[in-house]
């Protein structure tokens, strides 16, 4: 089975290097195309991919088709492409904004086609993707389109008026998580410790926090619980941090998130 990309952007690259490192697909079952050809030929030749002279190319010669180009160009690739979305092949977009309807609209509504919304962590094979499927979309070939995402982290089906929602608490969180970690190293910095140090043993603890996480069936508070001791440091840090307004800052992070990507503004 031959997966393509129509895009060769950032977060193309994250999916195929997660993909590539999973060994879901061999570098030869992985077909590419962008408008610039000084974006896509060297990233397929640096890494053995196939790279297609067209997107019309990488349709006819792909069983799963990813639309990975921007939101102002996708109608435009979609009804360029229009004539090799046969109904044996998968559609899979991760245009951000662009519907199912959307591409109902251009495509017909007898295309198997699977709307999602990675995050970047893909690439180390722990992502967080969300997915909406249209209704002829089942079967084993929902089971191949959903494999390209569960191989390189786990997925969500979503309503996709909750991708919005998905976006910040997944999409954007990696840098708000990113900017957690280095406030964490920082302050073993201000302390003594070296910087590759501080932020090593930083995001260790958040990656195995959020393991505990998912592992366990508590909540969050009652993990947070079973490391504050009555009078002790962890409980002292934690209030101060409220003090501080790190939970309402959290929340109002996210809801900036969320109102940009639906376009309000103040």
Known sequence: MNIGF????????????????????APAEIVVHSHREESYLPYAQAHDLVAAKSNQAVAAASDLIVLAVTPNVAPAVLAEIKDEL????TLISIVAGLSLADIAAITGAGLPTLRTLPNVNVE?????????????LT?????????????????????????????ALAGSSPAYIDFFIDSLSRAGVKHGLTK????????????????????????PFELIDQVSSPGGSTVAGLLAMEEAGLMTAVVKGID????????ETD
């Open 6 to 25: 129509i895009g060769v952007g950032g977060m193309a690259q994250a999916i195929i290097g997660g993909l590539l490192n999973a060994k879901t697909f």
């Open 124 to 136: 180390v094979g722990a992502g967080m993707t969300a997915v909406a499927a249209n209704a002829v």
């Open 256 to 263: 900036a998130t969320i109102k940009r990507d639906a376009g």
């Open 196 to 219: 590759a140090q501080a932020t090593a043993i930083a995001a260790q603890a958040t990656l195995g926090s959020a393991k505990m996480v998912l592992k366990s069936d508590k909540i």
């Open 86 to 89: 046969t109904a044996d092949k």
């Open 139 to 167: 079967g084993d070939r929902l089971k191949a389109a959903l494999r390209v995402f569960n191989t390189i982290g786990s997925t969500t089906t979503l309503a996709e008026d909750q991708f919005g929602v998905f976006s």
